[in-house]
């Protein structure tokens, strides 16, 4: 698997960096990679059906932007480490279907972190990490023909406050977040950026260093998609 390093420089572009690696995949353009990347600035990241009105706050001064896969609306910016994940979609196994899917990736980091980190971290929700009942990563899915893109994030050194002042309590919740507050609700799980990336990278094999990313194609999106309310509010 290929592992690529890459933060860019706005929030829209990583965004859309993340969308153009999971078409160049499908494509057969591109082959298995793990992508690492964290935004210079905060900003919400809507998952794709979610309503802006219903998850954030009126008076939040803050870029929204609407990313390509489901989940749950989330704050993002220095501290929050993303990750994400582009897989060969099987015809048959836990990889062939989201559910399955879902299951297979939380499972395999969750035993990686618990074995490098010696603490406890369960699974939780639907694609939630948690110590001590605190989510500090969540995790999303979207899926093309032939190659899915699994990414999430991991509260490392976030500014936690931040989420309750920006984000509105989620219209659905898990159970076991018992309706918390967003600050009673996560954490930061102070592990350091080299650690979680040492962690997943042995959790993937991912061993062949990448240096090339489709810039071009980027900007394209960020322009065409990215930039424009009609995508990042449309609903």
């Known amino acids: 698997m290929r592992l690529l390093d890459l933060s860019l420089n706005t929030p829209a572009a990583n965004l859309a960096c993340d969308e153009v ?100 971290i369960t699974r939780e929700g639907f694609t939630d990490l948690a110590t001590r009942g605190l989510k500090f990563s969540g995790n999303a899915q979207r899926r093309k023909q032939k190659f899915l893109l699994f990414h999430g994030t991991f509260l490392l050194d976030f500014d936690l406050s931040l989420i309750e002042a920006v984000l509105l309590p989620p219209p659905k919740q898990p159970d076991y977040r018992k309706n918390r507050t967003h600050e009673e609700f996560v954490t930061n799980l102070k592990v350091s950026r080299d650690a979680i990336k040492a962690i997943l990278r042995r959790a993937w094999n991912a061993n062949e260093t990448a240096t090339d990313w489709p810039s071009e194609r980027v900007l394209e999106l960020v322009e065409k998609q990215y930039s424009h309310n009609e995508w990042n509010l449309k609903f």
């Open 21 to 120: 690696i999971l078409q160049q995949c499908d494509n057969g353009e591109a082959d298995e990679t793990l992508r690492f990347w964290e935004s210079p600035q905060h900003f919400v990241a809507l998952g794709y059906t979610n309503r802006v009105a219903d998850e954030v706050r009126a008076d939040a001064n803050i870029p929204i932007l609407r990313r390509c896969s489901g989940g749950g609306t989330v704050l993002q910016g220095p501290g929050c480490l993303n990750y994400a994940l582009f897989l060969r979609i099987p015809k048959a196994g836990e990889l062939a279907g989201v559910t399955g899917a879902n299951e297979f990736i939380m499972r395999r980091h969750e035993q990686a972190l618990c074995d490098a980190l010696n603490i406890s």
